[in-house]
């Protein structure tokens, strides 16, 4: 018995556990000390306050959740992009031919470049969603769903960026 548990003791100092914290994943901070991110335009004719969410939600996960200083042009990481999409459609429909949800989806296309390291740029479109109840009207719930959808977004960009998900 006494073996069995010398055996598994020693085994504990091979084992590492993984820390996943607010450092970046994925970014040398030995090389890259500074980014850029731009100004997304809302490129849709709908929710004209959305560039101004995005902008602010995507550049306060970049600055807390990492140790890079922004900077207004020539950063080691550059990020630009635009909201492309915003999608209202009924979804769950019911036997009266009528749909029970609404879907809000909401699509953003990036542009990331890391000046530094070569083959981590990311050129890629992002899109989230939320459902409502299709007898609330959208103009009641559209504040609070676009909250969620840009935390969405941004999780999503963060994560295909800089985290190494």
Known sequence: MI?????????????????????GGS????????????????????????????DLALRKRFIEQTRLK?????GDIEIEGEITSFQVQGMAVKEDAYSSQTRLTVSVRVQ???????????????SAFKEFDSARSLDDVQDELM???????????????VANW
């Open 112 to 126: 990331y470049v890391n000046n530094k390291e070569t083959g981590k740029d990311v050129d890629q479109s992002f």
């Open 27 to 54: 970014v040398n901070y030995d090389m890259t000390k500074t980014i850029r991110i731009s100004e997304f335009p809302n490129r849709t004719a709908f929710y004209p306050q959305m560039t101004q969410m995005f």
């Open 3 to 23: 073996l069995i548990v010398l055996c598994i003791i020693s085994l504990f100092p091979a084992c590492s556990v993984i820390s996943f914290g607010p450092t």
């Open 147 to 161: 909250k969620l959808i840009i935390d969405e977004l941004v999780d999503l960009i963060y994560n295909a960026t």
């Open 70 to 74: 922004e900077v207004t042009n020539g």
